[in-house]
């Protein structure tokens, strides 16, 4: 079993849509967990971090289930701006300072 | 947006020489990080540092070496690039354990 996969996509969803996103991770002793944003060309950036006890930030909603080993990243009324590849990342251990990413998973919001 | 300048950001050599790439930060982090991007992979870590002249191997650090003589200084090297060495390569900066990372622009590196 790979450490972190994520569906490949694409995604493609109308514009206003709700989108979501799954990531498994192998290692039940993970720590930390963040989803990052890559544009075509660019390099990642972070979108945010995600706490076991979910949290939201505006149109974004991102959960954590360690029981099932999981995240999931929520895109409520999707904008032709959210186009991008979403990465989900892991970081294995306490202490650790190696993050691991899954390959990501594209989305293209369509008019 | 963090201060990490990598260079150059393309690039284009020869099979068989030798490449340097930089990475440099103005965040006085601890922990920097090589990473490749190439279709069908994702990120893989090549090599990273925990500290000046601390460093690590990563998953594909075959055929790289780095170095860290000051904090805000992270150098990749090639010592004899190859074609499978065209790649994206990103440099990320960290500052404590568990957190996020941050990444420079990318470096284009074709090797012909």
């Known amino acids: 079993r790979k450490e972190v996969e994520q569906d490949p996509g694409p995604f493609n969803v109308p514009e206003g849509a709700t989108v979501a996103f799954n990531c498994t991770y192998s290692?039940?002793?993970?720590?930390?967990f963040f989803w990052y944003r890559q544009d075509c060309r660019k390099e990642p950036k972070l979108l945010m971090s995600?706490?076991?006890s979910g949290n939201e930030d505006g149109r974004f909603t991102a959960q954590l289930n360690r029981a099932s080993q999981y995240i999931s990243l929520l895109i409520r009324d999707s904008k032709l701006s959210d186009s991008a590849t979403y990465l989900c990342?892991?970081?294995?251990?306490?202490?650790?300072?190696?993050?691991?990413f899954g390959k990501g998973t594209k989305l293209s919001v369509i008019p | 947006d963090a201060g990490i300048t990598q260079s150059p950001r393309h690039k284009v050599t020869e099979t068989g020489t030798p490449v340097t790439l930089r990475c440099h930060q103005t965040?006085?982090?601890?922990?920097m990080y090589w990473y490749r991007q190439d279709p069908g992979h994702g990120l893989r870590l090549i090599h990273y540092?925990?500290?000046?002249?601390?460093?690590d191997k990563g998953e594909v650090s075959d055929g790289y070496s780095v170095s860290r003589s000051k904090t805000e200084d992270f150098l990749l090297t090639l010592e004899s690039a190859t074609s499978s060495q065209t790649s994206v390569y990103f440099c990320?900066?960290?500052?404590?354990?568990?957190?996020?990372?941050?990444f420079g622009q990318g470096t284009r590196l074709t090797v012909v």
């Open positions: 990320a900066i960290s500052g404590e354990p568990n957190t996020e990372a941050f």
């Open positions: 990342v892991v970081v294995p251990g306490a202490g650790s300072y190696q993050l691991t």
């Open positions: 540092s925990y500290g000046v002249k601390d460093t």
């Open positions: 995600v706490y076991s």
């Open positions: 290692n039940s002793a993970s720590q930390s």
């Open positions: 965040e006085n982090h601890r922990y």
